[in-house]
């Protein structure tokens, strides 16, 4: 007797039946009798019997129309690497795949929609060890600045595929990493216009709020200072704090998380600096010393890593009065003792950092992350 193995799907023998005449009817004698069994090892025979007969190419030929040959079509989307700046479903993809690779510590979750329905995709390491505290890592809230993502996406990678050889202080963290916390801006950044910050909302009209302004914290302070009330503005603030599902799906995931949040590290760029506390007033926050000295050693790393030098101090040292930001929040509310805004390369290039720079960026922030979480662990 023949007996043929098939793949997927497990119905094909009551399939077969459906199409083919025949009889169940045993008889091992006879050669044109086919046993049909199925990867879950249910197994049905086909042959002779009671006057009906089949022959073995009859049932080959129906195999054949049920159960494709050929083998499945080569994926149409393409391989994650930091050689170049990707799109939103090869990102996607790639935190799918490592979800799908390393199921014992990989989830991803979809955290929210954005105003046009694109999926908020969250990635999730973790040992699932009880006492981990959480670190949160969230890039292109601002979807011009590519890099970030570029960075958080290699940051995933290098934790997943060297868990086992990591230090404790990376492994007993459960990550959060957001790759694209504004995919329809990301999107649009490839498709439209290169230079868009905002998300896609419409307000009177007008497109996009800066979902960097849209935190509760701080919102609208110092009038059109530190964000914008104009839906036309490049730093529009949105007609109420957390009125964007983008910023809303933050909040939620932050508070509604049972492992309390250590770090918040949400990546722009492109001016270098390492950022904390407070971006809406001048006033230094009470944990001011410590932020500073732990944003020191993440700049050491960085120097000695690649000799870039980024400068560190509060938002309003550095830059300008930015209010309603994540950081100013998650520091304030989510009451996460290390809240930064870690501002990537490059100063020459700006938003448009050339890609031969990209690794050169994630191996600076790499070692940053693990100098930060050492100081954590060690403080
Ligand atoms: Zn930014």
């Not at 990102?91 to 929210?112: K, N």
């Not at 230090?167 to 498709?191: A, C, F, M, Q, R």
Request: a positive charge; glycine letters at 6%.
């Amino acid at each position: 007797m023949n007996v043929i193995t098939i793949p997927k799907p497990h119905k094909v023998a009551s399939v077969l039946k459906k199409h083919i005449p025949f009889s169940e009817e045993e008889d091992d004698d006879d050669t044109s009798t086919v046993a049909i069994k199925t990867e879950n090892g249910t197994q049905t025979k086909f042959g002779k019997g009671k006057g009906k007969c089949i022959s073995n190419g009859i049932i080959q030929k129906y195999i054949k129309q049920i159960v494709p040959t050929q083998k499945p079509k080569k994926r149409k989307v393409k391989l994650m690497d930091w050689k170049k700046y990707h799109r939103l479903n090869v990102i996607y993809e790639f935190i799918d795949e490592l979800e799908r690779d390393y199921p014992a510590i990989c989830t991803v979750s979809v955290i929210g929609k954005s105003v046009e329905g694109r999926d908020i995709k969250m990635l999730k390491i973790s040992n699932s060890d009880a006492s981990n505290s959480a670190v949160w890592l969230d890039a292109s809230i601002h979807p011009r600045e590519w890099i970030t993502t570029a960075v958080v996406t290699y940051i995933a990678d290098m934790i997943v595929k060297n868990f086992q050889n990591l230090s404790n202080s990376i492994t007993n963290k459960d990550w959060h990493i957001v790759p694209v916390l504004n995919p329809d801006g990301y999107e649009y950044t490839h498709t439209h216009d290169r230079m868009w910050r905002k998300n896609r909302a419409c307000y009177n009209g007008e497109f996009g709020v800066d979902l960097n302004r849209n935190f509760s914290y701080g919102w609208g302070n110092n009038g059109n200072e530190g964000s914008s009330e104009e839906p036309n503005n490049i730093f529009y603030r949105g007609p109420a704090p957390f009125s964007e599902p983008e910023s809303t799906a933050v909040r939620d995931t932050i508070l509604g998380s049972t492992t309390p949040f250590k770090v918040f590290l949400s990546f722009h760029s492109y001016f270098e600096l390492i950022i904390f506390p407070w971006g809406f007033k001048k006033e230094p926050c009470k944990d001011y010393l410590r932020l500073l000295e732990a944003g020191t050693a993440m700049a050491r790393a960085i120097q000695e890593t690649s000799g870039m030098t980024y400068r560190v101090g509060s938002t309003k040292d550095l830059t300008y009065y930015a209010c309603g930001t994540s950081i100013d929040w998650s520091y304030a509310i989510a009451k996460i003792p290390y809240s930064y805004m870690i501002e990537l390369r490059g100063r020459k290039h700006r938003f448009k950092l050339p890609k031969d720079q990209i690794t050169g960026n994630c191996v600076e922030i790499w070692n940053a992350i693990n100098s930060l979480m050492n100081y954590i662990d060690n403080h």
